[in-house]
């Protein structure tokens, strides 16, 4: 099996475990980290046995990889991302894949040019449960997703839109094929600077819709979606990867049985199994199953859900009375 070249960028929370995972991949070699921070790069690097490097450019020239992880703050996606697929490198972009659908639309011009693979990290398309549940859903109506937990300072330079609301958007979006005709939004900021509350509506002109709820200032964690369909209603935990059918079923006698069914399938890390799908898409060449054109898909919605939010809370504010 031919070995492909990787490195990550930007080995934070999440990048170290991008690491982690290229050195457990097969036919995969890690060939070094990067990060703005020397100590961090060292303290991810050494306990692997790779290079560390503060420069991407000395990295590119002396590594040569084949393939990255770019797990930069989301504001420093575009530049890192446009950098790396100059370099006639192939990427793998966490998401939001920039902060605007410009960007995004440069990034896969870019790629297309060169002739380059460009993932986007939805990892959530990963999870097993949602991997599964998509083999046997039909025809979606109405699709409701609450993505929920304590507040964390980690994330700061973007909004809970853009940090978790994008994920459900995507995973929506590739659920209910049908054109989105309206969206309807809500936020607002709590403890940051940004919405740390958010809610969405969409409407698809099918007649699907779908919910979402998603909260970083909130005391319990909580990440799951609820698919319903004429027939039967389903409940995916995106933590446990677990599923849940709940159906009816008519006897010949006329009476309506409740079936509750509890599906059973292999589980794995979505990071693990996410990763080499990007290997194997470079190795063969392949496209992968969440590309640009999706994470710029998504990212578009998100921007009008974004637009939405700031207008209506922009008027709130110039209609505020003091009673």
């Given at each position: 099996m031919e070995e492909i070249k990787v490195g990550v960028i930007g080995v934070g929370h999440l990048g170290m475990h991008h690491a982690r995972v290229y050195t457990e991949i097969l036919g995969a070699k890690l060939v070094g980290v990067v990060d703005i921070d020397e100590?961090?790069?060292?303290?991810?690097?050494?306990?692997?046995?790779?290079?560390?490097?503060?420069?991407?450019?000395?990295?590119?020239?002396?590594?040569?990889?084949?393939?990255?992880?770019?797990?930069v703050p989301t504001s420093m996606h575009y530049e890192v991302a446009k950098t790396v697929l100059e370099h006639g490198v192939n990427v793998l972009v966490e998401k939001p894949v920039t902060t605007s659908v410009d960007e995004a639309e440069k990034l896969l011009r870019l790629a297309v040019k060169k002739d380059l693979i460009l993932q986007v990290g939805h990892i959530e398309r990963f999870n097993s449960a949602v991997q599964h549940v998509r083999e046997f859903i039909h025809e979606p109506?109405?699709?409701q997703t609450h993505r929920m937990g304590p507040f964390s300072p980690r994330i700061s330079d973007v909004g809970v839109v853009l940090d978790l609301m994008i994920h459900d958007v995507d995973i929506i979006l590739s659920m209910i094929h049908s054109e989105l005709v309206s969206i309807?939004?809500?936020?607002?900021?709590?403890?940051?600077?940004?919405?740390?509350i958010a809610s969405a509506q969409l409407m698809f002109a099918n007649g699907a819709m779908a919910?979402?709820?998603?909260?970083?200032?909130?005391?319990?964690?909580?990440?799951?979606m609820e698919i319903t369909e004429p027939e039967r209603y389903i409940t995916v935990n995106y933590e446990?990867?677990?599923?849940?059918?709940?159906r009816h079923v008519k006897q010949s006698g006329g009476k309506v049985l409740e079936v509750m069914e509890h599906p059973v399938f292999t589980k794995a890390e979505p990071?693990?199994?996410?990763?080499q799908h990007f290997v194997s898409c470079v190795r063969d060449g392949k496209q992968p199953i969440v590309g640009i054109k999706d994470g710029k898909r998504a990212l578009e919605v998100c921007v009008a859900i974004l637009r939405q939010i700031n207008e209506q809370n922009s008027n709130l504010s110039e209609n505020v009375v003091v009673i």
């Open positions: 100590d961090r790069a060292h303290a991810v690097a050494d306990p692997i046995g790779v290079p560390a490097f503060t420069d991407i450019e000395c990295f590119l020239k002396q590594a040569k990889p084949d393939a990255i992880s770019i797990v109506y109405f699709i309807s939004a809500i936020g607002r900021c709590i403890r940051t600077d940004h919405e740390d919910q979402i709820l998603v909260s970083r200032v909130s005391e319990k964690r909580s990440r799951q446990t990867q677990d599923i849940t059918v709940q990071l693990k199994l996410e990763l």
